[in-house]
Nanobody, 122 residues
């Protein structure tokens, strides 16, 4: 399995960005794609997750509920993270990862893509 995240950049506070995660390889309906972020000097933290074969199951960290939206396009093997009302504290490297269960624990995700940097200016 390979994952590739992109879409990061510099945005002003209050702005929006959409991150994309392209997935390839052996993907099963039971798989879950998660988005995580890691700010300098901080641990990697969970943002959102979605089941690979369904838009009906979505799971968000409390800190991003109402601001971030995860979605998927099965035809394109893509998962997206729409980030609205961005804050300077959202500045981090964002990663997508694949796991077998919907959990916020990064150690439960086996495959990781390279991160994409999001910088939110005040």
């Amino acid at each position: 399995v390979q994952l590739q995240a992109c879409g990061g950049g510099l945005v002003q506070a209050g702005g929006s960005l959409r991150l994309s995660c392209a997935a390839s390889g052996r993907l099963y309906s039971s798989h879950v794609i998660g988005w995580f972020r890691q700010a300098p000097g901080k641990e990697r933290e969970f943002e959102a997750a979605i089941r690979w074969n369904s838009n009906n199951f979505k799971y968000y960290a409390d800190s991003v509920k109402g601001r971030f939206t995860i979605s998927r396009d099965g035809a394109k093997n893509m998962v997206y993270l729409q980030m609205d009302s961005l804050k300077p504290e959202d500045t981090a490297v964002y990663y997508c990862a694949l796991g077998s269960s919907a959990t916020s624990r990064p150690q439960e995700y086996r495959y990781w893509g390279r991160g994409t940097l999001v910088t939110v200016s005040s």
